[in-house]
């Protein structure tokens, strides 16, 4: 599993590019990817600070849980429904 870079190291290349250096100059003289530079300048800007996000966990359970009391319904009422039913039902 990929780990963020360090917040120093993110502080670091963004005081270089508000230093003078273009994203890509700072980049390549911290040793980290001209698109990790951009990334990080931009989320300064609408954030105000390079702190990485919340990494892995469950991203996809709430598509399922919006629709839970349906899907639950439909198996309860027919308990051998397939998937391709309850996808059918769902759209």
Do not use: N
């Not at 005081?15 to 273009?22: H, K, M, R």
């Not at 980049?27 to 300048?41: K, Y």
């Not at 105000?48 to 919006?66: A, F, N, Q, T």
Request: with cysteine; net charge positive.
């Amino acid at each position: 599993m990929s780990k963020a870079l360090s917040v120093d190291l993110r502080d670091r290349v963004i005081a270089a590019i508000e230093g003078g250096l273009s994203c890509r100059e700072a980049a390549a003289r911290f040793g980290v990817s001209a698109s990790s530079a951009i990334r990080w300048r931009s989320r300064v800007r609408t954030q105000g600070d390079v702190r990485p996000g919340p990494l892995g966990g469950d991203r996809r359970s709430g598509h399922v849980e919006r629709h839970a009391e349906l899907i639950l319904g439909l198996v309860e009422a027919r308990d051998d429904i397939t998937l391709a039913e309850l996808r059918e039902a769902l759209a």
